[in-house]
């Protein structure tokens, strides 16, 4: 019923930036808190940030905290997250998620690599 669409993705440097975006489409998610976990290869998924419905309180993991910044449009339906002094650690698929209560919704992901 609802289908999450990450983009933005890419190679960049370390120290560089990058702006993720999560699209939803079908139905509207300002009714549901939502996150970014991300998965690095071997490695299980892990957490990375979260807000509330109303965008008032976020969440971020301990490595995250000062360099990722997420935020929600409800007029655009969508989810970002801003991703700043980049670490090759960093690397990973990137997935956005909807806690719909009953269920998770997960997008397909969006690879970033932070490599010179």
């Known amino acids: 019923q609802v289908q999450l669409v990450e983009s933005g993705g890419g190679l960049v440097q370390p120290g560089g930036s990058l702006r993720l975006s999560c699209a939803a489409s079908?139905?509207?998610?300002?009714?549901?808190?939502m996150g970014w976990f991300r998965q690095a290869p071997g490695k299980e998924r892990e957490f990375v940030a979260g807000?509330?419905?109303?965008?008032?309180?976020?969440d971020y993991a301990d490595s995250m905290k000062g360099r990722f910044t997420i935020s929600r449009d409800g007029a655009k339906n969508t989810v970002y997250l801003q991703m700043n002094s980049l670490k090759p650690e960093d690397t990973a698929v990137y997935y956005c998620?909807?806690?719909?209560?009953?269920?998770?919704?997960w997008g397909q992901g969006t690879l970033v690599t932070v490599s010179s």
């Open positions: 998620n909807a806690d719909m209560r009953s269920l998770q919704l």
């Open positions: 079908g139905r509207t998610v300002s009714a549901y808190k």
């Open positions: 807000i509330s419905v109303n965008g008032g309180n976020t």
